[in-house]
């Protein structure tokens, strides 16, 4: 008997102290410390476990990571003191923390090369070439014997992307006019290739002729290009690569993404702004200034933005130098602020909150929560307002993300995206 009630002694004694020790801020600051670690070459990382003990840190690869400043493969450690972890080249070490022999904890850490790239903020116009043209509508052409659309006779579908017309690729209207034409006049169908969605698809398609115009007609309504204002998110000044508006350009009747065929952004200046509220988020209206100067070319346009390269160092500018950038993991709740236009083409930080980081691991559209608190940009716009997408957002003097989505029912609050996102479609 009593044999036994030592032993539930010594278990709840046991239980107790286990309890205690895994709830004590030092259990919970290894706990924490994640088995992957992103830095970025030159930068420093600290631990702070403030564990009453030494004990040894093994680096896999010294060259690649300093602890405590020291090259070394076995680093002796006092616990109770912050650990500092420094990157020195692009590469992936192991590191192993152990007490008395006994392993506490094992990190992968992988050094990414240093990027740092000037934050935009100006207004950009945008014209989009899309490669091919895109169907945008069906419509009856009258032939004098009866009304019917040719196209959708044949099977071709609203948001379908016409590439190729008889072995001839598409490039804007007038060539879709000359080759309708042509195949008509020789009572000849035409045979076209087809993207739509991932899928690419040959349809045979007759022209008819429209007694009204005495032309040819497919039944469709086309359209071959797209134009617009955004906001430059960054430029690297190495690569001459850009990024800019933080979300994909979709054809306004289909809801499509457009694939870009050929584009270039040019210089914009804000005329005027219509003040966003509950219902409508209000809009920047613009004007392209200085058309006829291209900036950059266009080169892809995906769900994070539009991305190219530049030809001209974007002006004027908040920033005349590179900025260091944040992963994903970096970006805090808490004070933060945009870069943005809101009258002509000067470019002007105001103040907002980051009210919530919604972790990522892979790319996704919203990544934060952001919310305007700058007095002045909520008496001019009311919050975010359309052709403010792409405002980049800084904190701790790093570029975190850009401006995405206002919420329609709040526009002084919306969504935002981080920059690693961004810069992995810039190829940067």
Not at 216 to 245: C, H, M, N, Q, W
Not at 250 to 267: A, E, F, K, L, M
Request: charged letters at 20%.
């Amino acid at each position: 008997m009593i044999r036994q009630q030592r032993r539930k002694w010594m278990g709840s004694l046991l239980l107790l102290i286990t309890a205690l020790i895994v709830s004590s801020t030092p259990f919970q600051a290894l706990a924490s410390l994640p088995d992957e670690l992103r830095l970025f070459e030159g930068s420093l990382a600290k631990w702070q476990l403030s564990m009453p003990v030494t004990g040894t840190l093994t680096n896999s690869n010294p060259d690649i990571l300093h602890i405590n400043g020291a090259e070394a493969k076995q680093v002796n450690v006092d616990l109770r003191k912050p650990l500092s972890i420094e990157p020195r080249k692009t590469g992936e070490a192991q590191l192993q923390l152990k007490w008395g022999g006994i392993p506490l904890k094992a990190v992968t850490v992988n050094v990414l090369p240093d990027i740092r790239v000037i934050p935009g903020g100006q207004s950009i116009g945008v014209k989009l070439q899309t490669a091919g043209v895109l169907v945008v509508g069906h419509h009856l052409v009258d032939t004098g014997k009866g009304k019917w659309s040719p196209g959708e006779k044949a099977g071709v579908h609203v948001g379908d992307m016409i590439i190729k017309m008889n072995d001839w690729y598409i490039n804007d209207m007038n060539d879709v006019k000359k080759i309708v034409n042509e195949a008509g006049n020789k009572q000849q169908p035409l045979d076209l290739l087809v993207v739509r969605g991932k899928e690419k698809l040959n349809v045979t398609l007759t022209p008819a002729k429209d007694i009204k115009d005495n032309e040819f007609r497919l039944g469709l309504y086309i359209r071959d290009s797209a134009a617009g204002v955004g906001t430059l998110t960054f430029y690297e000044p190495k690569s001459g690569a850009y990024g800019a508006l933080g979300h994909v350009i979709s054809d306004v009747d289909t809801g499509q993404p457009i694939v870009v065929g050929d584009g270039q952004i040019v210089q914009a200046s804000i005329t005027s702004i219509e003040k966003g509220e509950s219902g409508n988020p209000g809009e920047k209206f613009a004007r392209f200034f200085n058309e006829s100067h291209i900036l950059g070319s266009i080169t892809r346009n995906t769900p994070f933005g539009i991305f190219g390269k530049m030809k001209d160092r974007p002006q004027p500018s908040a920033h005349n130098t590179p900025i260091p950038v944040a992963l994903a993991e970096e970006v805090e709740e808490g004070p933060a602020k945009i870069l943005t236009v809101v009258d002509g083409q000067r470019v002007e930080e105001f103040a907002i909150e980051i009210v919530n980081v919604i972790k990522q691991h892979f790319p996704a559209t919203k990544g934060m929560i952001i919310r305007v608190t700058d007095k002045r940009l909520l008496e001019k716009t009311g919050g975010i307002v359309q052709g403010m997408s792409g405002s980049p957002i800084i904190q701790n003097g790093k570029l975190v993300g850009a401006v995405t989505h206002v919420f329609v029912n709040d526009p002084t609050s919306g969504y935002g995206c981080y920059i690693e996102w961004m810069l992995q479609d810039a190829g940067i």
